[in-house]
């Protein structure tokens, strides 16, 4: 079993959609990161997090650390934000990441 | 204010061969990281440098190698190179540990 899990797998969507994408994980962190990849490699990061929540824009990211559990929310899905969309955790110094969640929004 | 920049961006490699990739950090930025990604998969970490010091080091052998110089640039080596070496090998830098990582475009290596 992966440290960190990741779900949907694959999600598509339609223009204007609410968006939610879930990790979980198995180990103690300091902080946790969402980061957009789109293809040719690049990566942006979108949020890094250790607690609550944070708004940038359409995008929102919360946290549970009780709970192990991260989401990240698209509000008002825009075809500009099919990408893969990946959870990364800091976890004795390393950052372990999910195997990411490849999003497709449709106009 | 330039980002990470990572060079070569691309890169053909015969098995056995060695390779050195280069990674300049963000402008400010002290500690830089290294991922493997093969394709399809989430990035792995390799190892990070601070100070000119590996600071932590993931699962990867001795081939793979590193240096941090006082600019804060950074090389990744890795010698007797495998057909599953080929992969995108990106960069991120950081003020610090725990800080928003600024990642390179990576190098796409191709061993065959």
């Known amino acids: 079993k992966n440290e960190v899990e990741q779900s949907p797998q694959n999600l598509t969507a339609q223009e204007g959609e609410f968006i939610t994408i879930n990790c979980s994980y198995s180990?103690?962190?300091?902080?946790l990161h969402w980061l957009q990849q789109h293809p040719g490699g690049g990566i942006v990061s979108l949020f890094m997090l250790s607690s609550g929540k944070k708004k940038h824009g359409r995008l929102i990211a919360t946290i549970n650390i009780q709970e192990k559990h991260s989401s990240l929310h698209i509000t008002a899905s825009h075809p500009r934000d099919s990408a893969v969309y990946i959870c990364a955790v800091y976890n004795t110094d390393k950052l372990i990441f999910g195997t990411g969640t490849r999003l497709q929004v449709f106009p | 204010d330039a980002g990470v920049t990572q060079s070569p961006t691309h890169l053909i490699k015969t098995r056995g061969q060695q390779v050195t990739l280069r990674c300049s950090p963000k402008?400010?930025?002290?500690?830089v990281s290294w991922y493997q990604q093969a394709l399809g998969q989430g990035p792995q970490f390799i190892f990070q440098y601070y100070e000119e010091e590996e600071r932590q080091r993931g699962n990867f052998p001795d081939r793979f190698s590193g240096h941090q110089f006082p600019n804060y640039s950074s090389e990744l080596n890795v010698n007797a190179l495998l057909l599953g070496d080929s992969a995108l090998y990106l960069c991120a830098s950081s003020l610090g540990q725990l800080s928003p990582l600024h990642f390179g475009n990576g190098t796409r290596l191709t061993v065959t």
């Open positions: 402008s400010g930025h002290d500690t």
């Open positions: 180990v103690g962190i300091s902080a």
